[in-house]
Every structure is written in structure tokens, then in C-alpha cells.
């Protein structure tokens, strides 16, 4: 930084993912008056265009659709002038120019940027247990808001014992016939007041101590094997879907070697969303951090524009 002419770029800010901490980003930095581009990946969609109903987002009393609160996230930030496109990046470079910029490569074009800003989140973790990949799409899923209704008066079975296993499990409840929960510990991560609705739910049975050992089925699902982490005997349980929520990885593979990423891949930032590269910044699910919701992606989003606002005001001189 300091006194060296400016390259040209063509954006302030490029934003990469087009989840709740991405288009809060754009709204803030498009809002500020800055030229940004947010990059929506092609190849995933943001988890929260998935989720059935969000009951946590402060000032939506009746509770929301993921998909429709995305819509509206988005609107807001168009509105100031974001502009997006639709693009999986391939590679972060720095230039070679002093002061550096940062080189965007998305699809077949390069974008050249004084800042970014990663906001591409997360996905769901896949077991890697037998039948799991085979069934995929004919049994066994990660949505629950998409497959959920496929399971009216069947049984299915849940696994994992989180947010959201718990929600997803309670959500099944409206469809299908009886719904197993699979933990593998003896008792749930699930925050007080998921649990105690799951508790009180005649349609949810547990099963303690139990990890999938595999998918059974022919054509289609006809039940899961499970086994019991402490006796290790096998049984099987009879059930048409397969539901597994067991966390998420982050999506932060494109920025390994670009900047610091703890040991499960999540982006190491300090409070101000800085990473450890200069001028980049981190919003959302995809930073390493204890909690995970809209509003706290949301708040980081707000946060990593406003930050890398002054780090492109202290790079133009207009800093005061
Ligand atoms: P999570 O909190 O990491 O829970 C993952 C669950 O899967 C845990 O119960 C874990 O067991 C289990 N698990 C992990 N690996 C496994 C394996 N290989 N085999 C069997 N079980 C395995 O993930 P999440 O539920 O997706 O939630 C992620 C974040 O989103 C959390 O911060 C959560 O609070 C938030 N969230 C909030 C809401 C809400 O507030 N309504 C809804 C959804 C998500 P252990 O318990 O033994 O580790």
C-alpha cells in the first residue's frame, strides 16, 4: 500500500459464493459505492435455498423458506447495483504489480480485483459407507425439504445427531410413517429446544451408540445395516429413505495455498474477516468458527464489506 499508481482492475471487490454471507457482502459494498461482482458458483447452490423453513431469522416472526429468503437477500443487494454472474472460479492470483491485485479466474475469463471477498460455504459430509453412493437419489439423501415428501406413510431413517438431523428428522415427521434416528453416542448434539420436540414426537424412535455400516437395498433402498459402537453386533432396520446429516466440509478448496485454512479446511480469519492474505477476506460457513446460521453468515458478510472497504479506501489514498 502507500503511494504507487494503482493497476487497472476491473472491480473493487469480487465476491465468490452466492449464499446469505455473500449477498449480504454485495448489499454492503454495492451499497458503499463500491464496483462488485459476486461470482455464484455453477456446479452447487448455497445449503440454504434447501432448507424447508428458517424460524431464527430476526424479524420473520412466521418463519421463511431458504429459497425464498435467499430471493430476497439477493434483490435487496441488486438493487445497489451488485452485479453477478454464474460461474464455478477456478484459480486466485495475485499480480504481479505493486500494490498487487488479486486474479479471478472464473470459466473462461480472468476478473482483476483490489479485494475478495470468500463466502462459498459448505456442504453436507458424506459417510463413505457401503451403498451410500449407489443409493444416492433411489434411497438414501440429504435433503429432507426436497425427498422429505417421496416418503409419505413409509419409514425412514435419520442419521446423525445435530441441528440438523434433529430439524430434518422433526421436518420427515409431516410424511413419513415412523423415522429412526441413528447416533452413534447416547445422546444428542442438537441444541435444547430441537430436542425436546424430538423427544415429545411419537413418529421419532432412536437408535443410541449405532453407526450406518450400510445401505441394503436392490433396485431401490430397502433398509439400512447398523452397528452398535460398543458391542459391535450388526442389526438391520427396515426403511425405504435414508436421510444423512453427519456436518459439513467447506467448500475452500480453491483457496488452499492462497491463504491459511485450519486442519477440517475452514478459513482461518481474525474478527475483522480478514484472511491471511492481504485483501482477502471471509464470510460464513466457509470460516472456521463455532456457529453456523443465516444471521451469524449474515453478520459476517456486512463485516468482510465493510472491512475490505477500508482496506480499498486505504489502497486508493482516500483514507482519512
Ligand atoms: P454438526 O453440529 O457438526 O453435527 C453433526 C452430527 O453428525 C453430530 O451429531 C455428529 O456426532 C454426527 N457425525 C459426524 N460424523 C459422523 C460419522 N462419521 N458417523 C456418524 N455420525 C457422525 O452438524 P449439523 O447438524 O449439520 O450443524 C452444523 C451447524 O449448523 C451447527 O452449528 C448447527 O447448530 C447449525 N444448524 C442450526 C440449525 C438451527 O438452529 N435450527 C439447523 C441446522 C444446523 P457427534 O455428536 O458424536 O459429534
Not at 473493487?12 to 458458483?41: Q, S
Not at 463466502?119 to 440429504?142: I, M, N
Not at 423427544?199 to 453407526?211: C, L, P, Q, R, S
Request: proline fraction near 2%; hydrophobic fraction near 45%; charge should be neutral.
Amino acid at each position: 500500500m502507500g503511494t504507487a499508481k494503482l493497476s487497472e482492475y476491473d472491480y473493487d471487490i469480487i465476491i465468490i459464493g452466492g449464499g446469505p454471507a455473500g449477498y449480504t457482502a454485495g448489499l454492503y459494498a454495492a451499497r458503499a459505492g463500491l464496483k462488485t461482482l459476486l461470482v455464484e458458483g455453477a456446479a452447487t447452490v448455497s445449503q440454504i435455498t434447501i432448507t424447508d423453513i428458517i424460524e431464527n431469522y430476526p424479524g420473520i416472526p412466521d418463519g421463511i423458506g431458504g429459497f425464498e429468503l435467499m430471493q430476497l437477500f439477493k434483490n435487496q443487494a441488486l438493487k445497489f447495483g451488485l452485479e453477478t454472474i454464474t460461474k464455478d472460479v477456478s484459480a486466485i492470483v495475485k499480480s504481479d504489480s505493486a500494490p498487487a491485485l488479486w486474479v479471478v479466474s472464473a470459466g473462461d475469463k480472468s476478473y482483476r480485483a483490489l479485494s475478495i471477498i470468500a463466502a462459498t460455504g459448505a456442504q453436507w459430509r458424506k459417510l463413505g459407507v457401503p451403498g451410500e453412493t449407489e443409493f444416492a437419489g433411489r434411497g438414501v439423501s440429504y435433503c429432507a425439504t426436497c425427498d422429505g415428501p417421496f416418503y409419505r406413510n413409509r419409514d425412514v431413517v435419520v442419521v446423525g445427531g445435530g441441528d440438523s438431523a434433529i430439524q430434518e428428522a422433526l421436518f420427515l415427521t409431516h410424511f413419513a410413517k415412523k423415522v429412526t434416528v441413528i447416533h452413534r453416542r447416547d445422546r444428542l448434539r442438537a441444541g435444547g429446544i430441537l430436542q425436546k420436540r424430538a423427544f415429545a414426537e411419537k413418529k421419532i424412535e432412536f437408535v443410541w451408540n449405532g453407526t450406518l455400516a450400510e445401505v441394503l437395498g436392490a433396485d431401490f433402498v430397502t433398509g439400512v445395516m447398523i452397528k452398535n459402537v460398543q458391542s459391535e453386533k450388526l442389526t438391520d432396520i427396515a426403511a425405504e429413505g435414508v436421510f444423512i446429516f453427519v456436518g459439513r466440509i467447506p467448500h475452500t478448496e480453491i483457496f488452499r495455498g492462497v491463504f491459511n485454512l485450519d486442519t477440517g479446511g475452514y478459513i482461518i480469519t481474525d474478527e475483522n474477516m480478514k484472511t491471511s492474505a492481504e485483501g482477502i477476506f471471509a464470510a460464513g460457513d466457509c470460516r472456521a468458527k463455532l456457529f453456523r446460521q443465516v444471521v451469524t453468515a449474515a453478520g459476517d458478510g456486512a463485516n468482510a464489506a465493510f472491512n475490505a472497504e477500508l482496506y480499498i479506501g486505504n489502497m486508493k489514498g482516500e483514507a482519512y
